[in-house]
Each structure stands twice: as structure tokens, then as C-alpha cells.
């Protein structure tokens, strides 16, 4: 047993060191210091001040409260070189949700090459009072250019919700709005959420979190169900053991007693690693929200490999830890740290600067703060 957790530390360290990617040098620039988490050495986005700061913050209209569920897509071929486009979550005065759009030259959005633009506002069919937890891609197939961007996203209906797909040719104009179907899972019939979409070859996969129960009102535990489509609308739910449909099981459920994703697994992104073989038990890499405990959940980031999606290896200890709420002022992130998203960069040599960069969600300790959103950029050991 102690053999297997000292196995498992290693394959956080040697599997998700999150590389710092900055300009082409492995100098850190001021506004990033380094810490160390877990056996993981790595730096978050400080301000100049040297106090953690989010990349993205609240506005000053349709994203007045809160920003959150960030959902990235780097594309090179953009002609601007605004490469970073960040999808995210974002709620008013009024309580509305909406998905906005930035995009950047850089991965920590500081100089705007698209402003804050909302890009899909409450009132279609299956989403009539809010637009949630987006999940992006860019699709380069022959014949897509004017479907390149496809997104899934959590349309809200009052109580009910379901996941609706659009394409657009530039990420900001929308349309063929529809919901998908097949996504009726025996382990998530109260609801299915936070789509993460991947198009490897010509299948699309999603990952999504599915909740089964509901207390004092609240989404109870939830789990992260797969499931296969061909067109990106109808979807056949599946699991390690060939189960399809409502006879499938969730790939991805709560960890044991005492452990740091004990009660709940949420929000996961996935990511292909074209780095490592085909096969390769680290091919597949998943980033998740975990809580701990149903009386008093502490929300950290969680990183599980696996062979071919289904079967999943996890880590023992979370990867991301919210930052100290002993610092004045609070952190942003000092109080709980939710639904990441990664992005892989293989043009960026590991040896130099890695390509591993992690984007998330995190709100200040006690309410100090609302939803922000942060960056980690990992470093060498």
C-alpha cells in the first residue's frame, strides 16, 4: 500500500507537472513566484504586487457578479494571432447566466484582442433562462469552415436543464442551436452538466457530470458519466465494461472514505496528449472538481490518467490546493477552486518551457470574493 502511494505521487509529478509557458525563456517574469504543492513545483499569475490574481475578473455588465467555467480553445490558424480564446460562464446583477468570449495573443488574456462579448444570452429553445459551463472546440476538417467552432453547453429551462450544441465560423455568431439527445443516464436523473468535448479522429467524446440526488435543495454528489456521437447532437452513453445507454455506469466516481474527492466529482475536462503513445496509460488526462465532504465541502482540483478514457488511474492527493487564506488581502482563490480546463501545446518544447497550462475557477474565503477566473503555469522540477 505504501508502495502504491508513493507510485501514485510519482505519476502526479512525472505526468501533470504543469509547465509554465511565458515568452521563450525559462526565466520567470515578475509577476509569477513559485511554490510548491504536493510534490508539484509551479507558479500562479501574481499581480505586481505579488499577490495572486485571477486573469479574469467580473465587468461591468452582462458579466457583472461573477465569471466562471472557463473553456479554452487555441487556435493557430486565427488570423489575428489572438491563438487563446477563452469561453467562460458569466452571471449579472440579475442573476442571468450567459457564455462570453476573450481572446489574447497570450494564455493569461492580459492585453484583448476581442473584449468581453457575449456570445450566446439566455432565450432559445432548452435554454430560455441561462447558458452555462461551456465546452468548446475547433474543428479543421475539410468542409467545416463554416461549422469550425462547436460548442455544448448546459442550457437552463428554470428547474430543468439539457446540453445544447451550436456551430459558429468565428466564436462569436451562433447558430443550428439544438439539444442533444441519448444524455439520459441511470446515475445522473436529476441532471447533466458541465459537457467536456473532444473530437478524436471523426467521433466526437463527451465527459459530463451527472447528479442523482438533490439536498436541502442542492445538487447532490455528482460522477462523470462518457458517452460517443457522430454528429455531435445524438449521443450513445458508455462504459469500461461495453454497457450502452441507460444500462451504462459512470467511468469516474468518488474516491475512498477520507480522501480529497470522497463525497463528489465534478466539472471534468479531458485532453488526448498526442505527446505520449497511443495506448499509453497517460493518453488520456483528466483534470476534475472534487469535494471532500457532504457537511462542509472544501473544493480542490483533482488529475486521473487513463488508456483510452474509460479506465481511469487517480491521483492521491489533489493537484491544485486553494491558496492560503492567511494572506492580506484574501486571494481570490483562497476559498474553493473549481471546474478547470487544460490545454496541451506541443509546439512549446517541454525541455524549455512545457505545454501543460491550467485554467480554473476560484472564489475568495467566506465570500471575500465571487467567481474569478485563474491560471497555473507549471515549472521545472
Known amino acids: 500500500?505504501?508502495?502504491?502511494?508513493?507510485?501514485?505521487?510519482?505519476?502526479?509529478?512525472?505526468?501533470?507537472?504543469?509547465?509554465?509557458?511565458?515568452?521563450?525563456?525559462?526565466?520567470?517574469?515578475?509577476?509569477?513566484?513559485?511554490?510548491?504543492?504536493?510534490?508539484?513545483?509551479?507558479?500562479?499569475?501574481?499581480?505586481?504586487?505579488?499577490?495572486?490574481?485571477?486573469?479574469?475578473?467580473?465587468?461591468?455588465?452582462?458579466?457583472?457578479?461573477?465569471?466562471?467555467?472557463?473553456?479554452?480553445?487555441?487556435?493557430?490558424?486565427?488570423v489575428n494571432n489572438d491563438d487563446f480564446m477563452?469561453?467562460?460562464e458569466a452571471r449579472d446583477a440579475g442573476g442571468t447566466n450567459s457564455i462570453g468570449l476573450v481572446t489574447s495573443t497570450e494564455e493569461d488574456f492580459v492585453l484583448l484582442t476581442i473584449g468581453r462579448t457575449q456570445v450566446i444570452s439566455p432565450g432559445g429553445t432548452?435554454?430560455?433562462?441561462?447558458?452555462?459551463d461551456p465546452s468548446v472546440i475547433s474543428d479543421s476538417r475539410t468542409g467545416e469552415v463554416t461549422r469550425k467552432y462547436k460548442i455544448w453547453f448546459e442550457g437552463r429551462n428554470g428547474a430543468a436543464s439539457s446540453i445544447i450544441y451550436a456551430t459558429s465560423p468565428d466564436g462569436i455568431s451562433w447558430t443550428g442551436f439544438t439539444q442533444c439527445t441519448g444524455l439520459n443516464p441511470s446515475f445522473g436523473s436529476v441532471r447533466v452538466a458541465d459537457p467536456a468535448v473532444i473530437l478524436d479522429g471523426n467521433t466526437y467524446k463527451m465527459w459530463f457530470e451527472a447528479i442523482n440526488t438533490t439536498s436541502g435543495g442542492k445538487d447532490g454528489a455528482g460522477v462523470?458519466?462518457?458517452?460517443?456521437?457522430?454528429d455531435g447532437v445524438a449521443w450513445v452513453i458508455k462504459d469500461a465494461?461495453?454497457?450502452?445507454?441507460?444500462?451504462?455506469t459512470a467511468v469516474f466516481a468518488?474516491?475512498?472514505?477520507?480522501?480529497?474527492?470522497?463525497?463528489?466529482?465534478?466539472?471534468?475536462?479531458?485532453?488526448?496528449?498526442?505527446?505520449?503513445?497511443?495506448?499509453?496509460p497517460e493518453r488520456y488526462k483528466l483534470g476534475y472538481e472534487a469535494g471532500d465532504n457532504a457537511a462542509n465541502i472544501q473544493s480542490t482540483l483533482g488529475y486521473a490518467t487513463s488508456s483510452n478514457g474509460l479506465n481511469w488511474n487517480r491521483s492521491a492527493l489533489p493537484i491544485l490546493l486553494p491558496s492560503?487564506?492567511?494572506?492580506?488581502?484574501?486571494?481570490?482563490?483562497?476559498?474553493?477552486?473549481?471546474?478547470?480546463?487544460a490545454a496541451i501545446i506541443p509546439t512549446i518544447p517541454l525541455n524549455i518551457e512545457g505545454h501543460?497550462?491550467?485554467?480554473?475557477?476560484?472564489?475568495g474565503e467566506g465570500g471575500a470574493s465571487p467567481n474569478r477566473i485563474g491560471l497555473v503555469k507549471g515549472s521545472t522540477l
Open 126 to 132: 432548452g435554454y430560455e433562462t441561462g447558458a452555462t
Open 1 to 78: 500500500m505504501k508502495n502504491d502511494k508513493i507510485l501514485n505521487l510519482l505519476i502526479i509529478v512525472l505526468s501533470f507537472t504543469l509547465i509554465k509557458c511565458s515568452s521563450g525563456n525559462s526565466v520567470t517574469p515578475p509577476n509569477v513566484i513559485t511554490e510548491t504543492s504536493n510534490l508539484i513545483v509551479f507558479s500562479r499569475v501574481r499581480n505586481n504586487n505579488g499577490n495572486v490574481a485571477p486573469i479574469l475578473a467580473e465587468g461591468s455588465n452582462f458579466d457583472s457578479r461573477d465569471v466562471d467555467s472557463p473553456a479554452i480553445v487555441y487556435d493557430k490558424t486565427r
Open 254 to 280: 468518488q474516491g475512498a472514505a477520507g480522501q480529497f474527492d470522497a463525497y463528489s466529482i465534478n466539472a471534468p475536462t479531458v485532453l488526448i496528449d498526442t505527446t505520449v503513445a497511443i495506448n499509453s
Open 224 to 230: 462523470v458519466g462518457y458517452a460517443e456521437s457522430t
Open 241 to 248: 465494461s461495453g454497457n450502452t445507454g441507460s444500462a451504462a
Open 356 to 363: 501543460y497550462l491550467l485554467w480554473y475557477t476560484g472564489d
Open 86 to 88: 477563452l469561453f467562460y
Open 324 to 341: 492560503s487564506d492567511n494572506k492580506v488581502p484574501l486571494p481570490f482563490d483562497s476559498g474553493d477552486l473549481e471546474h478547470p480546463t
